[in-house]
Each structure stands twice: as structure tokens, then as C-alpha cells.
């Protein structure tokens, strides 16, 4: 067996100096053990971390951010309802108590598939022998004009502080000034896109317009409001049962949100959104919620793309060619049946990534991946939200809004947050209280995005 000559003050992931800008972090085989390189700290990676961390193997997780971050929850920080450290972990936090993992702050921007090294934007290349892909997804807009320009995303905890910030500013600037409302829309929020992420904000951004804001701005007339909720499908949340869909439509129209059904959005512009149909929404916030694509990693990797440009994996998950490397969760998909990019989805492909790797070091013969459908939840607000869950099981209203109150809470990262996300959701139960109102990002609220009136020619 090798001698581990590795200096256990600095981590695999941090080179001795005299390697830097030079040759790659390699330490594979020290110690005996095989190095896995993670790209990725979100619901796969972290994932796998854990599950490997009493394996015989060196792990080194690799993310451009330094937190793992609960997207189904960016919503309720752009609304006010919670604050960033609440749905965010410190990746270095969740490390601290597992001896065989290190952690790299980096982009990743490509790979040497003959040396088997790593590439990132800065720092010195990472030797890796097995390789698993975890990075996730980025907002679609399918080309439509202005979407990148004009219309906020909800993939990162800046987008959603962003968010937030511009529509309180929005909020402040129409206040004594009529026109702001009429003309520039200062008090319309446009969703577009009604999956489960477009419906629970279009909830969470009515409740916080009629319950808290109209309480902090007494001069304003609320009820000059609105919540547009634009989707090119002819019902709300496509893909769930009728019966879900109705309910769904039913509680957002008793909250005042507008639906806009059956109509693609065609063009978004500074405070305008246009339909397929011809209707221009003004509106003084544009969310896009409509589509998701793969990591463009995946192409930069040179790897084999399928739908919305996702890594294509066998039923194993290991990416076919490429020895030693997987992909997992929203970044990959199965070659004829792709799996929904869903949390569960990248947690038990991290799970069944584990016992490949096992599997792999003692050279054992790779096994098939079986997704169990753990269904699907969208809440629309207080005491409403629909879940679809396995064996047939649904559930409306109170029992649905439990429902998902609570697996929010079990799958979130941390003591901590989840007393937190807890507390400020009792509160907010009790109060009516938002405890996210403030507007932090200066001008970065409207930065890229080219809301403001235009002057005239
Ligand atoms: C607003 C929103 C709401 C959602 N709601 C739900 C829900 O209610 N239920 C549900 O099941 N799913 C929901 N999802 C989907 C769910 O969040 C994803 O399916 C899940 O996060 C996928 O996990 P993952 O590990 O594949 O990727 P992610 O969790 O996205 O993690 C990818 C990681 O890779 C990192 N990364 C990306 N590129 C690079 C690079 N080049 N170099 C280094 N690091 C990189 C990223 O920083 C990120 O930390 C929601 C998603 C969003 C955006």
C-alpha cells in the first residue's frame, strides 16, 4: 500500500504551494484511497457526501458558491417571508464533521479526460478518479425577447434579494404617485410560467401585497394591486391531475391573482409584458418561472447532451465512454426515460451514485437506478397547497399546507434554520408578519434589467 505523505494540515483540495498554477491537485491513490471529485453542492452533491463518508475514498466537492442553497425556497426570501440564512448552509459548516471531505470554491469550467484532471476559472486543475456531476440547472427562456433583460429568475439567493428589493422599491416609489401605479405598473407583479414555482409565488406575492404591505403603506390603495400568473398551458400547474389543477386555480383566484391561461408570452419589455394573444400586462415586475435547462456544463465537458441539454447516462447513471464519471440529478438525464428535476431525483441518484463508487473501488459490477416517485407538492398559501403523493394519495387544503409545511422543514439543511424557518413561519401564521422587508441591494435591485421608464425619444 502507498504511504499517505499528505500534509494533514491543508486539504486535498488546497495544494501545497509549490504545485500552484503548476501541475494538477493530485493526490489520488494516496493513502490507498481512490479520489472522488463532486461538482456540485446541492441536493445531489451533499447527498453524496454524506453517503460517502465512511467510504475508503479521498472526497473533494467542488461549487461556485460557498453555501448549499434550498431552491424550492427562494420564493418565500423574494417575498419577504424569510431571510437568506434561513434556506443557505455554509457547504464548509456541513463538512466540518466528515473526515474524508474537502471543499473547493470554484467554477468549473472544464475537463482534461486524458490526464483526468479538473478544470476550474482560477487555481490549479483537481486529479480526480471518479467524477460525479451534480450542477444542477439554469433558467430556460426559450429565446423569448426581452426575458433576459427585463424579467427577474428565482435560481440563486441574489435573485431572489433582488427580487424582494425591487418590489419593495416598486412598493415605496408608487406611493402618492398615481401614475406609477397606472402607467408604469409599480404595483403589478407578472409571473410568468404556473408550474409549482410560479404558483406558490403568485400566492406568496398576493398574501404579502393584502396582508402586509397594504398594513405598512396605509395611503396605498391595494386595491389597485396585481398578481398576474401568465402560463401558455390551459390550466395551472401542467402536469398535475384535474382535480389539483382546479383546486390550485380556485385559491389563487380567491387571493385576486389574475390567470392569464392557454397564452405564451411572447415578448417581455421594460414594465410590459406581451401575450400570444395580444395583451399587454403592464407591469412594474416581471418573474420568469416558465423552464429550466441543464448546467451548460454539460456542454462544456463535451459530453453527450439529450433534452433541455442534459448529460446523457445509462440506467446505471454513469455517463457512457467516460469512465468513472457520473451525473446525477437536474444536470443529467436517463438516455429514453429522463426524470423529472425534482430534489428526490437528484437525492436518490446521489444515494445510488454511493454504491456505484462502492461498488467501483472493490470492482464489483455496476447495478441499475429505480427512481421512487415521491410525488409533488406546490402550496398557494395559508392553509392551501395540493400534494400528489405515492399510492394515489392527494391531499387539498389544511392537510396539503401540513403536509408541506412539514416536509419543507424536514428536508431543509441544519438545526438552525429549520427552528428558524419554523419560528418565522409561526409567526407569520399568528401576525401576519413578513420579517423580510428590507430593501438591502441598493442599486443592484435593478441592475441588468432595464425596468426604469425609458425616457422619451
Ligand atoms: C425556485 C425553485 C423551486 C423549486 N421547488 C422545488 C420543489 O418544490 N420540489 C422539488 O422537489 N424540487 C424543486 N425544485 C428543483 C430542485 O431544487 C432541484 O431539482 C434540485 O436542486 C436539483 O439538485 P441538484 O443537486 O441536481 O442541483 P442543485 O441543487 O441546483 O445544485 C447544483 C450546484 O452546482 C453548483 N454549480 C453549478 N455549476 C457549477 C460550476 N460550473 N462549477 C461549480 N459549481 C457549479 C451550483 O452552485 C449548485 O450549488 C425547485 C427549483 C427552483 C429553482
Redesign the pocket.
Known amino acids: 500500500m502507498a504511504t499517505d505523505t499528505t500534509p494533514r494540515t491543508r486539504g486535498p483540495a488546497d495544494p501545497p504551494s509549490e504545485h500552484a498554477g503548476a501541475s494538477p491537485t493530485r493526490w489520488s491513490g494516496q493513502g490507498g484511497r481512490p479520489r472522488v471529485v463532486i461538482?456540485?453542492?446541492?441536493?445531489?452533491?451533499?447527498?453524496l457526501v454524506r453517503e460517502l463518508a465512511d467510504a475508503p475514498v479521498e472526497i473533494v466537492l467542488?461549487?461556485?458558491?460557498n453555501?448549499?442553497?434550498?431552491?424550492?425556497?427562494?420564493?418565500q426570501v423574494a417575498t419577504a417571508s424569510l431571510e437568506p440564512a434561513d434556506i443557505a448552509y455554509p457547504v464548509r459548516g456541513l463538512l466540518a464533521k466528515v473526515d474524508n471531505a474537502t471543499f473547493r470554491l470554484?467554477?468549473?469550467?472544464g475537463v482534461d479526460w486524458e490526464e483526468r484532471r479538473l478544470e476550474?476559472a482560477e487555481g490549479p486543475p483537481i486529479a480526480f478518479d471518479h467524477l460525479v456531476l451534480?450542477?444542477?440547472?439554469?433558467t430556460a427562456t426559450f429565446g423569448i425577447p426581452g426575458v433576459d433583460e427585463h424579467a427577474f429568475g428565482?435560481?440563486?439567493l441574489a435573485d431572489g434579494l433582488r427580487l424582494r428589493d425591487h418590489l419593495l422599491r416598486e412598493v415605496e416609489r408608487a406611493e402618492g404617485r398615481q401614475e406609477a401605479v397606472e402607467e408604469e405598473g409599480a404595483l403589478t407583479i407578472t409571473i410568468c410560467g404556473a408550474g409549482?414555482?410560479g404558483v406558490?409565488l403568485a400566492g406568496a406575492a398576493a398574501e404579502l401585497f393584502d396582508h402586509v404591505l397594504a398594513r405598512d403603506f396605509p395611503e396605498l390603495d391595494f386595491s389597485r394591486s396585481r398578481v398576474v400568473l401568465a402560463e401558455m398551458d390551459e390550466s395551472v400547474l401542467p402536469g398535475s391531475s384535474t382535480q389539483q389543477q382546479e383546486y390550485a386555480a380556485e385559491q389563487l383566484r380567491e387571493r385576486g391573482v389574475d390567470l392569464h391561461l392557454g397564452q405564451p408570452v411572447t415578448e417581455v419589455r421594460a414594465r410590459e409584458v406581451e401575450l400570444e394573444d395580444g395583451t399587454v400586462i403592464v407591469s412594474g415586475t416581471t418573474v420568469w418561472?416558465a423552464g429550466?435547462q441543464a448546467?451548460?456544463?454539460a456542454g462544456?465537458l463535451e459530453l453527450e447532451q439529450g433534452p433541455q441539454g442534459r448529460v446523457v447516462v445509462d440506467e446505471t447513471l454513469a455517463v457512457p465512454a467516460r469512465h468513472g464519471t457520473w451525473a446525477?440529478?437536474?444536470?443529467?438525464a436517463v438516455a429514453d426515460d429522463p426524470h423529472?428535476?425534482?430534489?428526490?431525483?437528484?437525492?436518490q441518484?446521489?444515494k445510488h451514485v454511493a454504491e456505484e463508487i462502492r461498488r467501483a473501488v472493490v470492482g464489483e459490477q455496476p447495478q441499475p437506478f429505480h427512481y421512487a416517485d415521491?410525488g409533488?407538492?406546490?402550496t398557494i398559501g395559508r392553509r392551501a397547497a395540493v400534494a400528489e403523493l405515492p399510492y394515489g394519495i392527494t391531499l387539498t387544503g389544511t392537510p396539503g399546507w401540513i403536509a408541506w409545511l412539514l416536509l419543507?422543514i424536514i428536508m431543509l439543511m441544519g438545526g438552525r434554520n429549520r427552528v428558524s424557518v419554523l419560528t418565522n413561519w409561526a409567526w407569520s401564521y399568528l401576525r401576519w408578519h413578513k420579517p423580510g422587508r428590507l430593501i438591502i441591494g441598493t442599486d443592484e435591485a435593478t441592475e441588468g434589467l432595464r425596468t426604469e421608464p425609458q425616457p422619451p425619444d
Open positions: 461538482v456540485g453542492a446541492g441536493f445531489g452533491g451533499m447527498t467542488v461549487d461556485r458558491r453555501h448549499h442553497l434550498f431552491q424550492p425556497l427562494i420564493y470554484g467554477e468549473v469550467t476550474l451534480a450542477a444542477g440547472a439554469e428565482l435560481k440563486s409549482p414555482t406558490e418561472t429550466i448546467n451548460p456544463l462544456a446525477i440529478g437536474d444536470v443529467a423529472p428535476q425534482l430534489a428526490p431525483v437528484a437525492i441518484g446521489a415521491k409533488t407538492m406546490a419543507h
